[in-house]
């Protein structure tokens, strides 16, 4: 998405326990959003330090108890205004094919949900 380009009105949420060797690339591929909230379950490693050279984050830390409860607190305890929230896993990248699309979607105003599939690589190398 380019910068001419109208804002997408959708949060991405980032989920991280020591992900300092996929975080920057997954905060790379969301650069187009205005608010992305990464909520971090006690990290040991650069996480946080990572997120903190993001402008557009903003970093929560929580306890982690079980994964529905991450997630709700995510999306409903740290300020997100947005219409659209995007769940991923900080082991996830969004491509710019992927960034466009949303940005069409968002902008319909009978959509009030999807689902995307995507391609788990370990490597680079895609599973089945």
């Known amino acids: 998405m380019s910068a001419s380009e109208a804002p997408i009105d959708c949060t991405p949420v980032i989920l991280t326990l020591n992900e300092e060797a996929n975080l920057g690339r997954a905060l790379e591929s ?24 993001y402008s557009n984050v903003r970093w929560f830390e929580r306890a982690f108890d079980d994964f529905g409860s991450q997630w709700s607190f995510a999306v409903t305890e740290t300020g997100i205004k947005s219409t659209y929230v ?5 082991d996830m990248a969004v491509t710019p094919d992927l960034a466009r699309e949303l940005s069409e979607v968002a902008s319909r105003r009978h959509v009030s949900g999807a689902v995307i599939p995507f391609d788990y690589r370990i490597d680079g190398v895609s599973l089945r």
Do not use: P, Y
Not at 30 to 53: C, M, P
Not at 86 to 90: E, M, Q, S, V, W
């Open 86 to 90: 995007l769940a991923l896993d900080a």
């Open 30 to 53: 969301v650069s187009w959003a205005t608010d992305v909230v990464v909520l971090d379950s006690g990290s040991k490693d650069r996480t946080r330090s990572i997120a903190r050279e």
